[in-house]
């Protein structure tokens, strides 16, 4: 049987991650989790991005270049987030945003 | 070239004083710094006051002497303008005694000496500036630099509940100079019938006389109010018992002695100057204001027992006399609001610094827990009864001819009402009395209170140096009132105008 | 001697001053006291040839055509208010000023003299002479004062001195209260005299005396219809004038101030509340005289206040136990026998008879009452206390005052041929020939002070022996006697000194005056009775008064408290005027006017506060907030489209 991927069938999912991935970064409270929402929200992004170049402008790599770029973005501020994460959490041997109140006001 | 004009020294002598004060190692340095920059600013005003009498005993009759005009802000047509008159001129000769006394007042400033003096001569700086600036902008600018420096002197080095002073000085002139900025703009929209050739400067404004009468009507209380509330007006007073209480001793000595003229000087310079068609429909409401801020102040302070809090309604009284006697318009009674600032300026430094010094002695300022003090320290007691005898108005002394001026002039007004109001302020004498002599009397006289206060010092030779040059400065107003009349008699042209 | 080095008398006591003060704790206390008496020495000798000089001297236009003149001998422009407004300190000699230039300096010179011996080993010598200087100053530059402003510069000058004065005991309470409600009333009333000399200029444009006494009728009319709450402009200034002259006077009911003040050492009550400060009032009235004259509303208020207030003060001193309370109602009473000498007189009855007599009771008092005070100091100094019960049968120990005392009291009493009697005797001709009813009020007082200055004279002399232990009462020495010697052969003479001659209200040379037997007689009668009704009662010890005074107790214990002035004022300054106006000004300050500018503060703190969580800085919330705002922009921009 001839299964014809339609554009909806990306789009579905990728937003469904970027809900998911809103959905978390909203109401988690561990950093870490907060993190990974993020991480659903530009992969989200980055579905999307391939998905509308590859419908819209075949002939064209843009998307595909953009996407790229955000993935390599993303991957450093990862690694940053994440280095400040272990450092608030040897500082403070927390990593509950609730608690992190120490530099407001 | 502009530092060919001896005014801009006013300003470079606290700006030098600054950059020398960040230089300095320890506290003899510091120390050094600020005393040769107070002589150089006493003596620089001292020679001011000589070439101002020798120019206009030369026959130059002009308004302003000494001016300097350069072009700072073109598109707004701001400009660096400077010029003195004779009231200018006695005020900054005030300030300079009061600085040079407040450095001596303070020479054992504890902690952080260096920073206290750096924030002390940016006030100055601020003070002079406004005296000498003849342009709108510039001296609300200046006005500004003396305000600020005013919250981290009584926030950091004050006593008492000194963040709530603090803040309340500081957010209370703000507040004030918010309703000042508002006029200074209007009045800046209104200053010229050629809407492509407005000015800042203030005798320009005066010679076009173009502000719409309409506009007065808006205008005159905005300024008015906004300098007001520094020259401690009724209502807007209560920042300066507060203030005065908690701030360290030379600061109570400059914002008293200095400051508060600002806001004398401001009301006439600019509320009364500009718009002497408002000045004379609505005086009678600022009238009533200031005539209770006298009777009121003074009632007050009958019944305080902190020695700051007296002597901070005390000023309000006094402060009130001199906006009272501005508001009255006539020749006599603006000569005597002018030598008021002068008298109420060093015998409320004087009341100041002795306070600070008698409270450094004893660590308390309740003149119910004291008493005896002319047995324990003499000269110091002597000091308190001379400013006293100021403040309550001894002839021989500046408070005498400073209100017999007020009231003489103010008597003379032609309309009933403004006399009747001139002997409701006459009752302040009696009231000053009361309370000046409940504080003398519980204070020096009578039976030592507290047996630690029989080992106390009597005044060290800088302390003996600070109020020497006050009483100086008091004693001579006291007894060569006409020199100064003499000085600033030619700057009250204008009210002859305004007056009938 | 040439009348324009007056001034002298001003400048002398003024470098004095500032000698003493600058430099006096540094010097030795004997030194520093011979160079107040010294100093003093010479201005009474300047003072004394320049007023022999005005009087009998021809060659300075001092009489024209008969009259003396008003010389203007000094004058030095001090301040300028306006054109016509101008502060001049001046010398101006007339009549009543070179007779008050030789009061005052005599008795300044005698109290200073004095004060060598009686303040011998006080603390704070020298301080006393700078202040005595002070005072001596103050009161020479208000009697010379040629315009009004200057008299009021003085005025306060010598009000200071005498608060300074009065607190000399600075460490006793009672003379630091003292010394403060001194001042404080007499500056209540020196308010009125400011308000006066207010109305006064400004309807006349002058503040000087010559013009202002030369044209009184120009003064008066210069208000023209001027009136305000019913009574004519002038009416006022005068009245509020008087006002300021009862303060310094001590008139009823601004008379609480001179007893209290007795708290000062004593040589100073005789030179300041009892011959000089008190009876500036009366010069003030009498500078002003030919102003008054023509407010006949005016000389009513001061006639009826002082007759009140001599009769008040002489029934109070009927009862009082402290010698100097006693003495000093006996001054409220002499003085407002001047005032209303002052108040009866004017130029149609009797040559102006009333005027001329308050300025010569005003000399010979001067006299008398500061020989009395000084003869109370010698007692006190040597029996150590100020109570009558203290003392008796002090004849015995101290002749010499006891005579000079005996001359005090019997010239104060009027008896011929002390000086007194003269003097009353021209008040009594005067006052009767303005109304019996005053006439006879005032013999009757003079009866009363017949009564208790010998009841005051027996109590310390003669009455009992009591037992001084080992410290026996002893005579003063030199310093002090030599003055009580002097001051009483001047209270047995004064009287013969042809008065009017030099003094009337004419200013003429020619004064015709003579001893009305009539009056004389019956007024020497009443003292007489007076005298002994008090030998009666109090020369031996016995227990009469007290009887009395058990028989009548609300009006004794009523007298005795002064009538109860003290309390009501304490009352209204303190009930009223601290707790019902002072207290809730300052209540109404801290809560209402400061309550306000915390509020405001307050206001705006709580307004950001609520707005704060806005700015949490939690980026959950954020984000939240974010997306809700960016669906909702969504939604309506679609709906917009569709």
Redesign the interface.
């Known amino acids: 049987m001839k299964f014809d991927l339609t554009i909806l069938m990306y789009i579905i999912p990728s937003v469904i991650m970027f809900c998911c991935g809103v959905y978390g970064f909203i109401t988690r409270k561990n950093m870490i989790a907060i993190l990974i929402s993020l991480e659903l929200m530009l992969n989200a992004v980055d579905i999307n991005f391939v998905v509308f170049n590859r419908y819209l402008f075949p002939g064209q790599m843009e998307g595909m270049m953009f996407s790229l770029f955000a993935i390599a973005i993303a991957a450093g501020e990862t690694a940053l987030a994440i280095a400040i994460v272990i450092n608030v959490y040897r500082v403070v041997k927390n990593v509950d945003i609730r608690e992190l109140t120490k530099m407001k006001f | 070239m502009i530092f060919s004009n001896i005014l801009i020294y006013f300003v470079v002598i606290p700006i030098l004083v600054l950059g020398c004060l960040f230089a300095t190692k320890n506290i003899k340095q510091v120390r050094t710094v600020v005393v040769i920059g107070a002589s150089a600013l006493m003596v620089l005003a001292l020679y001011l006051v000589y070439s101002f009498l020798q120019q206009r005993g030369a026959g130059n009759a002009s308004e302003m002497l000494f001016r300097y005009d350069a072009v700072w802000f073109k598109p707004l047509n701001i400009h660096f303008a400077l010029g003195v008159d004779g009231i200018s001129v006695v005020l900054i000769l005030l300030s300079a005694f009061i600085v040079f006394g407040g450095v001596f007042a303070s020479w054992r400033m504890d902690p952080l000496p260096k920073e206290f003096f750096l924030w002390f001569f940016l006030l100055s700086t601020g003070v002079f500036g406004f005296f000498i600036s003849i342009d709108m902008f510039t001296m609300v600018m200046f006005y500004e630099v003396a305000l600020i420096p005013m919250y981290l002197l009584i926030g950091v080095w004050g006593s008492g509940n000194k963040r709530y002073a603090a803040m309340k000085l500081t957010l209370m002139l703000m507040g004030g100079s918010a309703f000042l900025m508002l006029g200074v703009i209007g009045i800046y929209f209104h200053s010229s019938a050629d809407p492509n050739n407005l000015t800042m400067n203030i005798l320009t404004i005066a010679q076009n006389n173009a502000i719409p009468h309409s506009w007065q009507y808006f205008l005159f209380p905005m300024t008015f109010v906004g300098f007001g509330v520094l020259g401690a007006m009724f209502p807007f007073h209560t920042w300066s018992p507060d203030g005065h209480a908690a701030a360290p001793t030379a600061v109570s000595m400059l914002h008293a002695g200095v400051l508060m003229k600002l806001g004398g000087y401001g009301c006439f310079r600019i509320a009364i100057f500009l718009m002497p068609f408002a000045a004379q429909q609505l005086n009678w409401i600022f009238l009533i204001l200031t005539g209770i801020s006298v009777v009121y102040g003074a009632l007050s302070a009958c019944v305080q027992t902190d020695l700051k809090y007296i002597n901070a309604y005390s000023s309000v009284s006094h402060c009130g006399m001199v906006l009272f006697a501005l508001l009255m318009l006539t020749n006599t009674a603006v000569t005597g609001a002018v030598l008021q600032m002068l008298s109420h300026g060093l015998m409320t430094a004087l009341f100041f610094a002795l306070i600070g010094m008698i409270y450094g002695r004893t660590h308390t300022r309740d003149i119910r827990k004291m008493g005896g003090m002319m047995n324990i320290m003499p000269y110091l007691s002597v000091c308190f009864v001379i400013a006293g005898l100021a403040s309550l108005g001894l002839p021989g002394l500046s408070g005498f001819v400073a209100e017999m001026n007020i009231f003489v002039g103010s008597f003379m007004h032609p309309d009933l009402f403004h006399r009747i109001l001139t002997i409701v302020g006459t009752t302040s004498i009696v009231i000053t009395a009361v309370y000046i002599l409940r504080m003398v009397g519980k204070l020096l006289l009578g039976q030592v209170q507290d047996k630690h206060h029989l080992t106390l010092t009597d005044a060290n030779w800088y302390e003996r140096l600070s109020t020497l040059t006050l009483i100086v400065g008091i004693v001579t107003i006291g007894f060569f009132p006409s020199f100064f009349v003499e000085i600033i008699k030619n700057s009250l042209s204008f009210v002859k105008a305004l007056v009938m | 001697m040439n009348l324009n080095y007056t001034i002298a008398v001003l400048i002398l006591p003024f470098l004095t001053f500032v000698f003493l003060g600058l430099v006096g704790v540094k010097m030795k206390k004997k030194a520093a006291g011979i160079v107040g008496v010294c100093s003093m020495g010479v201005t009474a000798f300047i003072a004394f040839a320049a007023a022999f000089t005005y009087f009998f001297g021809t060659d300075q236009g001092q009489v024209i055509d008969g009259v003396r003149q008003q010389l203007q001998v000094f004058d030095y422009?001090?301040?300028?208010?306006?054109k016509n407004?101008v502060?001049k300190i001046g010398v101006l000699l007339d009549p009543i000023s070179a007779m008050m230039l030789i009061v005052i300096t005599t008795v300044s010179f005698m109290v200073h003299l004095y004060s060598l011996g009686y303040m011998d080993g006080e603390k704070g010598f020298q301080r006393y002479y700078a202040f005595l200087s002070l005072f001596t100053l103050a009161m020479l530059g208000l009697v010379v004062a040629s315009n009004i402003?200057q008299m009021y510069?003085?005025w306060?000058?010598v009000g200071?001195s005498s608060?300074l004065l009065i607190?000399f005991y600075?460490?006793?309470?009672a003379a630091?209260?003292a010394?403060?409600k001194a001042?404080?009333v007499t500056?209540?009333a020196?308010?009125g005299f400011?308000?006066g000399i207010?109305?006064l200029?400004?309807y006349t444009q002058t503040f000087d005396f010559i013009t202002l006494t030369s044209n009184p009728g120009a003064v008066i009319s210069s208000a023209g219809g001027a009136t305000f709450l019913g009574c004519s402009a002038m009416a006022w200034a005068m009245t509020l004038i008087f006002i300021g002259g009862a303060g310094k006077s001590a008139m009823f009911p601004l008379h609480i101030w001179l007893p209290d003040a007795m708290e000062g050492p004593t040589p100073v009550s005789a030179l300041i509340h009892a011959a000089t400060m008190v009876v500036a009032g009366v010069y003030l009235v009498a500078r002003l005289f030919p102003i008054y004259c023509l407010e006949q509303g005016t000389m009513t208020i001061i006639t009826v206040i002082g007759a009140f207030t001599a009769f008040y003060a002489a029934a109070v001193a009927c009862t009082q136990s402290d010698i100097k309370r006693v003495l000093a109602f006996s001054t409220i009473s002499q003085i407002a026998f001047m005032m209303t000498s002052l108040g009866v007189a004017s130029q149609m009855l009797d040559n102006g008879v009333g005027y001329m007599a308050s300025m010569f009771h005003l000399f010979t008092h001067a006299m008398f009452k500061s020989l009395l005070f000084l003869c109370a100091g010698a007692i006190i100094h040597s029996v150590h206390s100020n109570e009558m019960t203290a003392m008796g049968g002090l004849r015995k120990y101290m002749p010499i005052c006891n005579w000079a005392f005996l001359f005090g009291c019997l010239a104060i009493s009027g008896i011929p041929p002390f000086s007194g009697f003269f003097s009353k005797d021209e008040i009594l001709v005067a006052a009767y020939a303005k109304s019996p009813l005053w006439g006879i009020w005032l013999a009757v007082v003079a009866g009363m002070t017949a009564f208790y200055m010998f009841r005051l004279y027996y109590k310390i002399f003669w009455w009992n022996n009591p037992d001084y232990g080992d410290h026996k009462p002893h005579e003063a020495p030199w310093t002090m006697t030599l003055p009580l010697i002097i001051l009483g052969l001047l209270a047995l003479c004064a009287g013969m000194i042809p008065f009017g001659k030099y003094v009337n209200l004419a200013r003429t040379v020619e004064y015709e005056s003579g001893i009305n037997w009539m009056v004389a007689g019956s007024s020497v009668l009443i003292a007489l009775i007076g005298i002994g009704l008090a030998t009666k009662l109090y020369l031996k010890e016995n227990p009469k008064p007290d009887r009395m005074a058990e028989k009548t107790p609300g009006l004794w214990t009523a007298a005795y408290r002064r009538f109860y002035m003290d309390e009501f004022y304490q009352y209204i300054t303190h009930h009223v005027?601290?707790a019902h106006?002072?207290?809730p000004?300052?209540w109404f300050?801290r809560h209402i006017?400061?309550g306000?500018?915390n509020m405001l503060?307050r206001v705006t703190h709580s307004t950001s506060y609520s707005i704060r969580r806005f700015q949490s800085?939690?980026i959950?919330?954020y984000?939240?907030i974010y997306?809700i705002g960016a669906l909702a922009l969504a939604t309506i921009v679609m709906l917009c489209v569709i």
């Open positions: 422009t001090w301040m300028q208010f306006t407004l502060i402003f510069i003085f306060e000058l200071i608060y607190g600075y460490t006793t309470p630091v209260a010394a403060k001042f404080i500056r209540f020196d308010l400011l308000i207010l109305i200029s400004y005027i601290f106006v002072s207290t000004i300052a300050d006017i400061d306000t500018m503060a800085g939690n959950q919330s984000v939240w997306l």
